[in-house]
């Protein structure tokens, strides 16, 4: 579980990234979850954007995708939402807090 100061350190390191993944109109598939779990795999923190046309709003992803890959979440703004899982890859720059 996340403390306030670790999220607000990775609010602040996602603000800079992009959009890694998209969710669309078919939601949630097997496919793009596998796809955010191997990015949460090589970088830790990935951003994700819900285009208009998904079921899902952003902030029901951010849940539903947290629970199911055993990520922490970090925020949900708009469209947009950001998860954390450690990682145990080698050879990657992992945050510290």
Same mark, same amino acid.
Request: proline fraction near 0%; hydrophobic fraction near 40%; aromatic fraction near 12%.
């Given at each position: 579980m996340l403390n306030s100061k670790q999220r607000a350190k %990775?609010? *602040?390191i996602a603000s800079n990234i992009s959009a890694t993944t998209i969710v669309g &109109?078919?939601?949630l598939t097997e496919t793009v979850l596998k796809q955010i779990d191997g990015e949460l795999y090589a970088r830790e923190l990935v /951003?994700? *954007?819900v285009l208009e046309g998904a079921e899902l709003s !952003? &902030?029901?992803c951010l849940? #539903? +995708? !947290?629970e199911k %890959? &055993? !990520?922490?979440e970090v925020c949900s703004i708009g469209? /947009? #939402? +950001? %998860?954390? &899982?450690l990682s145990n890859k080698k050879g990657i720059k992992h945050i510290e807090f």
């Open positions: %990775l609010r *602040s &109109k078919d939601g /951003k994700i *954007s !952003a &902030k029901d849940k #539903f +995708v !947290a %890959l &055993k !990520a922490e469209r /947009k #939402f +950001v %998860l954390y &899982k």
